[in-house]
């Protein structure tokens, strides 16, 4: 069982170029607000385990395909992650902003490459394990081909939490959780 990270995919421009971005990625059978990783990336057909007969991947399989070859393999190379988008919709889109999960690991470059796809808006993109206040967190600006703001964060950082807690916890900081003055962070609290 995977963490799922929670993303977060903000697209600055006009109504009718965010409305034109949310087309293009928009999963086909959920609709607008929706994100799939093979409008952005296609996975080609001729890899193992891209039709609907086959369910699962072994290791024999990876080991007569190679891994690259197979559905989970290319997707962590291509995507960045090993299974498309899900979680969605999400009941805190917005006209401008989408919600979505992922396993094990954010997409920033995946998203940088929607930023190259259309290249007269910026795009925020932020992610956050549900394991609050891990590393496997951050925050990007993408334009055109520009990263114009990088943040990753450190354990147990004070940015991390908060980033989780605004992703994970929809905007929440979770009763379990005290902010501690002298470490300048967040620190977990045993309950009753």
């Not at 995919?9 to 109504?15: E, H, M, S």
């Not at 039709?51 to 399989?61: E, H």
């Not at 206040?133 to 991390?160: P, T, V």
Request: net charge negative; glycine share 8%; hydrophobic share 35%.
């Amino acid at each position: 069982m995977p963490n799922h990270i929670t993303n977060k995919v903000k697209v600055i421009g006009t109504d009718e170029q965010i409305q034109e971005v949310f087309e293009f990625i928009k999963n086909d059978t959920l609709g607008i607000g929706t994100i799939d990783f093979n409008k952005i990336t296609p996975m080609p057909k001729w890899v193992y385990g891209n039709s609907p007969g086959i369910v699962g991947i072994s290791f024999d399989d990876e080991k007569l395909w190679g891994v690259e070859n197979t559905v989970l393999g290319w997707s962590r190379k291509h995507w960045g992650t090993k299974w498309n988008a899900y979680g969605q919709p999400d009941d805190r889109n917005s006209k401008d902003t989408i919600f979505f999960e992922t396993a094990w690991n954010g997409i920033p470059n995946l998203i940088q490459k929607l930023a190259w796809i259309f290249s007269m808006v910026k795009i925020e993109y932020s992610f956050a394990d549900e394991d609050t206040g891990s590393s496997n967190c951050g925050f990007y600006c993408f334009e055109y081909d520009k990263i114009n703001e990088q943040r990753e964060y450190e354990l147990c950082s004070k940015e991390a939490y908060e980033l989780a807690f605004e992703l994970v916890h929809n905007g929440e900081m979770p009763d379990w959780y005290i902010f501690n003055p002298e470490t300048n962070t967040y620190e977990h609290v045993e309950g009753d």
